[in-house]
């Protein structure tokens, strides 16, 4: 079993849409959860970056951690045709540096 | 300030063959770190550098390997290559590599293994 599971998707939407992207995980010493947009042939992107459970809202996006189901999401409000790319949710144990585990990723498209 | 520069871009090998990427990091960043990413696997980390130092390893074979230079940038190294080996691999730099920092990539080399 992978440590993070991530929907791979295809999700498609028209625009306008809100967006729901999730990821669960099993080992509970995961303490900074993050996301990242990934377009095609192209580095991935940081969107967002958490350390404790609840919201963090940036713009259109909001992430929420729940640790006590191992459970984040990232919600995209008024989807955008530029929003289409494949996101990925990430997490890091505390004091291990920058080895960061990613989940495998959702490939979201937007519909104009 | 430039982004984080990896080449080459693309790159075609034979089995057996081995390969050479190289990475250059955000200017003043200390910290670079290599991940495979594969449709099937998603981004695994490989292993990353701190002033010429590996501070970090994944769970990679021996044929794996890297350095990092004292201008901070990296290259990293495959012997032997088998046809799993095909995949995008990035590099990403940060300040010092620490967790609560802002993690660059690169835009890959994609390495096709025939």
């Known amino acids: 079993q992978k440590e993070v599971e991530q929907d791979p998707g295809p999700l498609s939407v028209p625009e306008g849409a809100i967006v729901s992207l999730n990821c669960t995980y099993s080992?509970?010493?995961?303490?900074?959860f993050m996301w990242y947009r990934q377009y095609s042939r192209k580095g991935p992107e940081l969107l967002m970056y958490t350390y404790s459970s609840g919201n963090k809202e940036d713009g259109r996006f909001t992430a929420q951690v729940d640790k006590s189901s191992k459970y984040i999401s990232l919600f995209i409000r008024d989807s955008q045709p530029s929003d289409s790319a494949t996101y990925l949710c990430a997490m890091l144990y505390s004091g291990g540096y920058q080895k960061v585990t990613f989940g495998t990723g959702t490939k979201l498209q937007v519909i104009p | 300030k430039a982004g984080v520069t990896q080449t080459p871009r693309y790159l075609i090998k034979t089995r057996g063959q081995q390969v050479t990427l190289s990475c250059s990091p955000i200017s003043g960043h200390r910290s670079v770190s290599w991940y495979q990413q594969t449709p099937g696997q998603g981004l695994q980390f490989l292993f990353e550098?701190?002033?010429?130092?590996?501070?970090n390893k994944g769970n990679f074979p021996g044929r794996f390997s890297g350095r990092q230079f004292s201008n901070s940038r990296s290259e990293m190294n495959v012997s032997t290559l088998e046809l799993g080996d095909s995949a995008l691999y990035l590099c990403?730099?940060?300040?010092?590599?620490?967790?609560?920092?802002?993690?660059?990539f690169g835009s890959g080399t994609q390495l096709s293994v025939l």
């Open positions: 990403a730099s940060s300040l010092l590599g620490q967790t609560n920092e802002k993690l660059f």
């Open positions: 550098y701190f002033s010429e130092t590996q501070r």
């Open positions: 080992n509970s010493a995961f303490q900074y």
